[in-house]
């Protein structure tokens, strides 16, 4: 998988690319070498045992249902010794996927019932226990299906993760605090592909003349605004273009 990403990046000259795939469609080799690579993912998670979070919730709410649509959150950081990056694993619960595996799961223990009992042929069963002559039913395997019903899982590994655990370790500031400070930089630079795109700020100084004659200085950040009142006077006196009257304030609109 990884040389067609590849292939499909130096292509279109990506610098970066987040793969998004459900969890049969790929490997848990190809998922190392996505990781490796150090490309961003969104990967379906195979569910073998009961997440943490979902045991814990269980435990703090053991008369209680899981809400249907309930997403569980749980953060796994990556330590010196491992080759990988911090992810982050959504379970979401749906009671309509939940109903569906219960009804399967009823029929084939059902099934392997019968056939412990001898009241029917041993067939290949996940729930049927074989020891020599011996048969039984897995009942371990039957409580953790039942625990496992409805929930299904998402990977998500994000670059920004990684920068954000670095901005942290960089700053001592926690990454909202870093966020809200550096929130007045408004001109940044983007790269895209060879490209360097400046990207500044809406926000620009206006002039006006109010209706009652005296001259109007504001700062005007939201868009529909700052179409609605058009380019503006590059100084509070005197004006090239067409002068024009919007929600009581003369602007500018030149060129």
């Known amino acids: 998988m990884l040389p067609v990403i590849e292939a499909f990046m130096a ?61 569980f959150t749980q953060h796994w950081p990556a330590d010196t010794t491992e080759n990988r990056r911090d992810q982050v694993i959504y379970y979401q619960y749906r009671a309509v996927r939940a109903r569906r595996t219960l009804r399967g799961t009823d029929q084939q223990v059902a099934k392997a019932e019968a056939a412990v009992a001898g009241r029917a042929p041993v067939k290949r069963n996940r729930f049927i226990q074989l020891s020599g002559a011996d048969k039984s039913v897995k009942r371990s395997l039957e409580a953790k299906a039942r625990a496992l019903a409805g929930l299904k899982g998402l990977t998500i590994v994000f ?14 500031w926690s990454i909202k605090k870093f966020v809200t400070t550096a929130r007045r930089y408004r001109t940044v630079q983007i790269a895209a592909g060879d490209h360097a795109l400046t990207a500044a700020d809406l926000c620009q100084m206006t002039y006006g003349m109010h209706s009652n004659g005296s001259t109007v200085r504001s ?18 006196n005197g004006c090239a273009g067409d002068r024009r009257g919007v929600g009581g304030v ?5 060129g």
């Open 219 to 236: 700062v005007r950040t939201n868009l529909r605004q700052v179409r609605k009142c058009g380019v503006y006077l590059p100084e509070p």
């Open 11 to 71: 292509a279109h000259r990506l610098a970066d690319a987040t793969i998004v795939a459900d969890a049969g469609m790929i490997s848990e080799a190809n998922k190392r070498a996505i990781e490796q690579a150090g490309l961003s993912f969104i990967l379906g998670a195979r569910i073998s045992e009961v997440p943490y979070v979902v045991k814990r919730w269980r435990r703090d709410h053991p008369d209680a249902e899981i809400g249907d649509g309930h997403v």
């Open 250 to 254: 003369e602007c500018c609109f030149v």
């Open 159 to 172: 670059a920004a993760l990684a920068v954000s655990r670095w901005i942290e370790r960089a700053t001592g």
